[in-house]
Structure formats: structure tokens, C-alpha cells
């Protein structure tokens, strides 16, 4: 089911292709060790007129965690000179098919912008379809762009903290089992290994079909039944840096759930301070 400020589907972005004021970015993100150039492979091919969005340039310099969402001013000053702003309905794609195209979803929630949607699929399912693609960079022209930040859609790890405490939230973990168990180590050096007392594991994969495509409302609510977590709470997503944490919050948008908020820090930040507790085996 197509829905432009969820997800759509690659019939549905074909179809509108040359809609005026549609603007598709290509999010892509690969984690360090993938060793691969998300933005030398944009240039190479991308889906047409798509506009290639940097999450570790467009994020808080200031801050010594990965990718923390940037300040408003340095968003709107990038997205404009993108050529993305006021009336536009904004698709995002990823290059893995759903990893790191909600993130830029999520910042566009962030900042108010509602009329945004993640590729059901991604690049993988577009170029398996032998759907077009081109290696020219895109028309740009600066168009206006008004943000207001939501700030019940992003939490810190005070809020994190005292939820894990309370249990009035439940907070869901994105990462793979192993590392949510504290079996498998961190990929970032330096960090322990657990997680957040209290937290549930949803490893993002869960909530993909074979084809990497996203599964449907139904089955959504279900993977996360399935994992302990209940519903009728408010929920906090979290993750290894707020990648596929995001994964997880579109999930809980599509299925219905609306009361979310992504950690940003996530274990980048927990696993770091040796002052939080880390829980270790199953939940």
C-alpha cells in the first residue's frame, strides 16, 4: 500500500518520475567497515534527477557521536541548496534496499516535513526490475524551505535513562541479536558490549521480506508482539549510532504506532559511559 509519507513503492516513484514537484535523494550510508564509496556510487547511477544526501556532513559537528542530527539552520542550508524545499514530495532511496534511507526520513520528520517517503525496496529492487538509471547530476535551483523542529520524535540519553528505569517507554533495539545479547562485540572500538536495561531487540532485518522489501502493517505489529514489546506503550528506537533505529520507527509509523522517538545517540553513546548500566543475555 503506497503511502507518500511512509513508504512507496517502485510502480508508484515510475509513475510519478516526472512529477514537478517530486524530489527523490538518494540516502545511502554504509557502515565503515563495508569499505564502500556511498556517494562515488551515486555519481555512477542513480535513479533520475535523485540528489545524494550526505548523512555524516549533514549532521551536529559539534558533537564526538556519529551522525547526531544537525542543527536546523545547517539542514534547511543543505536542502535548499539541494533544490528541495516547500510543497515538494520528497522519496527517499537507499543503495541496500531499507537501511539507511529512513534515517533521512526521520530528519525530515524531525524538522516537520511530513510529505517524505522511504523506497519500498530501494535501489536493489528498481535496478532488479531494470527500472532506468543515469550517472547526470540533477537541475538544481534553491527553493524555500521552513522547518519546525519535533522535539517528541528524538530523545537523550537523560530521557533514555530514566525510561529504562521507569519502564514507561519501551525501548526497542535494532541490532543484531548478538550484539544485543553482548555475544558479539561492537564494531566501534572502545564500546562494551549489552544493552540498555529494560531494552527489547528487533533486529531491523526482522521487519524486511526476503526481496528487502518492508513487511506488511500486519506482520509489522506482529514482529514486534513477538519480541515482548507492548504496543500500548510509547516507544523509544535505538541502535548502534540511529541508523537502523530508524528502520524500526518507520515500522512503527507504518503499522499505526505513533507515539515513537528515536535515541539519536544510541549505543554509540550508552556503550561508551561506563556510569550506565549495560544488561547482557536475552531480555
Known amino acids: 500500500m503506497d503511502d507518500p509519507k511512509t513508504l512507496v513503492s517502485t510502480e508508484w516513484l515510475d509513475a510519478h518520475l516526472k512529477d514537478p514537484d517530486l524530489r527523490i535523494i538518494d540516502g545511502s550510508w554504509f557502515m565503515p567497515a563495508a569499505n564502500r564509496d556511498a556517494r562515488a556510487a551515486y555519481e555512477a547511477a542513480h535513479i ?7 548523512i555524516d556532513e549533514i549532521s551536529d559537528h559539534r558533537s564526538d557521536l556519529p551522525h547526531m542530527a544537525p542543527p536546523p539552520e545547517k539542514f534547511v542550508s543543505r536542502l535548499r541548496a539541494m533544490g528541495v524545499g ?3 514530495q520528497v522519496v527517499i532511496y537507499d543503495q541496500s534496499g531499507i537501511f539507511s534511507a529512513p534515517r533521512v526520513w526521520w530528519l525530515f520528520r524531525l524538522f516537520g516535513k511530513t510529505d517524505v517517503a ?3 525496496g530501494g535501489l536493489p529492487k528498481w535496478l532488479a526490475e531494470d527500472r532506468r538509471v543515469d550517472d547526470q547530476p540533477p537541475m538544481l535551483r534553491d527553493r524555500h524551505l521552513t522547518v519546525q523542529r519535533q522535539a517528541d520524535l528524538v530523545r537523550d540519553v537523560t530521557k533514555v535513562a530514566h525510561s529504562s528505569k521507569l519502564g514507561d517507554h519501551e525501548i526497542i533495539d535494532a541490532r543484531s541479536h548478538k550484539r544485543f545479547t553482548g555475544e558479539e562485540a561492537e564494531p566501534r572500538p572502545g564500546m562494551r558490549s549489552g544493552h540498555i536495561p529494560g531494552a527489547k531487540n528487533v533486529p531491523y532485518a526482522d521487519l524486511l521480506n526476503a526481496d528487502g522489501t518492508m513487511k506488511a502493517p500486519a506482520e509489522l505489529r506482529e514482529a514486534f508482539k513477538a519480541a515482548g514489546v507492548d504496543l500500548e506503550k510509547p516507544a523509544i528506537t535505538s541502535c548502534g549510532s540511529g541508523i537502523t533505529a530508524s528502520v524500526l520507527a518507520l515500522a512503527l509509523e507504518r503499522s499505526g504506532k505513533t507515539d515513537w522517538s528515536l535515541y539519536d545517540g544510541s549505543w554509540a553513546e550508552w556503550g561508551m559511559f561506563n556510569d550506565l548500566r ?6
Open 48 to 54: 533520475p534527477g535523485a540528489r545524494f544526501f550526505d
Open 86 to 88: 516547500d510543497g515538494h
Open 118 to 120: 522511504v523506497l519500498d
Open 278 to 283: 549495560v544488561a547482557t543475555g536475552e531480555a
